[in-house]
């Protein structure tokens, strides 16, 4: 699924990285536990959690990850976005549940890691 389809099917707000909303992802892994994330080793991964601070993104960019979808309303911020920037990851703000955000997802054919 293309990152911008991701987006608007979690009514999201891409909040930095659009240039790269044409990057497609396969899997998806939910998690506010980032020793987890990093356990987690597929391509085309994108990360659905609630855990809005630095820690999210430096844990994408060592498991490289394209993409994090941030849930239930949490905001990122600006050394958030430029750290993302830097390493070319889509951040996205969504206001839904992470068990609503994983199950339209599911739903729309990415695959669980496990």
């Known amino acids: 699924m293309k990152l911008s389809e991701l987006a608007e099917l979690v009514n999201g707000n891409v909040v930095c990285c659009h240039h790269r909303l044409d990057s497609e992802v396969e899997y ?11 356990t987690v080793r597929v391509d085309k991964l994108l990360l659905i959690t609630g855990l809005a601070n630095m820690q999210a993104v430096r844990t994408a960019e060592m498991a490289d990850i394209q993409a994090i979808i941030f849930v239930r309303n949490k905001t990122v911020s600006e050394d958030m976005i430029n750290l993302a920037e830097d390493n070319g990851i889509v951040l996205i703000e969504s206001p839904f549940t992470m068990f609503r955000a994983s199950g339209l997802l599911f739903g729309k054919g990415v695959k669980p890691v496990y």
């Open 28 to 38: 998806a892994f939910a998690s506010d536990l980032m020793s987890d994330v990093l």
